[in-house]
């Protein structure tokens, strides 16, 4: 009976989980034909069974995954990307090698901060961002002017149309005396979200740093720098 082709899984990505590298330094292994799957030369674009034996340089991999977990403070002006875009730095610029294979779980843009979760398991990046879980994130926004008792009523109670949707946030003033200083909570996660729920009543965001994602906060974790996350 031959394996449905759902039950296999891509050489590439398990040799990236299991070594601690990239996609395309797997690649590059099976290219250099250092792989075999059941003492067959392995081939680019390969998939194998659970249950098959892969073995590299001749030596059987141990197909127990070692997930990784870690929380990045990322300042202003770092793209969640491997590529840089322009002259702006990438968050891996403030990782060690040994983490360049974590993806990041909800991205925040260059002009925000705050934290990013990076795995390498797939099944916790999507459990943390896909909308039927409803992670919510906390951010602190700072306005460039005073936000109108109306506007936020209508942020809150009512949501804003955007293009893709709704928006409703969750806005909480920081102090009495000052309207551009907010907390929003929120269990979305579009694309730039807050600040074009924001744009379409005319107001910019100055400010937006993320303080919470899921069960995840920043606490202690000083901008540029990250820490190791136990995951129960």
């Avoid at 340089?57 to 875009?85: E, F």
Wanted: glycine residues 8%; hydrophobic residues 35%; positive net charge.
């Amino acid at each position: 009976m031959q394996p449905n082709s759902s039950d296999l899984v891509r050489l590439n990505k398990h040799l990236a989980l299991v070594l601690g590298v990239s996609r395309r330094e797997a690649d590059n292994l099976i290219d250099q034909q250092k792989v075999m799957i059941n003492n067959q030369i392995a081939k680019l674009g390969a998939r194998f069974n659970r249950g098959d034996k892969i073995s590299i340089n001749g030596k059987i991999l141990d197909d127990k995954v070692d997930y990784r977990y870690i929380a990045l403070n990322k300042p202003v002006g770092y793209v969640c990307s491997r590529r840089q875009q322009g002259d702006n730095p990438t968050i891996y610029d403030l990782l060690p090698d040994e983490y360049h294979n974590l993806k990041p779980v909800g991205r925040l843009d260059r002009h925000s901060s705050g934290i990013v979760l990076l795995t390498n398991n797939g099944d916790f990046a999507y459990q943390m961002t896909h909308p039927s879980f409803k992670k919510t994130k906390i951010y602190n926004v700072r306005l460039e002017k005073d936000l109108e008792p109306l506007h936020q009523q209508m942020i809150s109670d009512h949501g804003i149309s955007l293009e893709d949707g709704p928006s409703k946030l969750i806005l909480e003033r920081m102090n009495d005396t000052d309207r551009k200083s907010w907390i929003v909570t929120m269990s979305e996660g579009r694309n730039r979200q807050i600040r074009r729920t924001f744009g379409a009543l005319g107001y910019t965001v100055s400010k937006l740093h993320r303080t919470n994602f899921g069960n995840y906060a920043l606490g202690d974790i000083k901008s540029g720098e990250f820490e190791v996350v136990d995951i129960h």
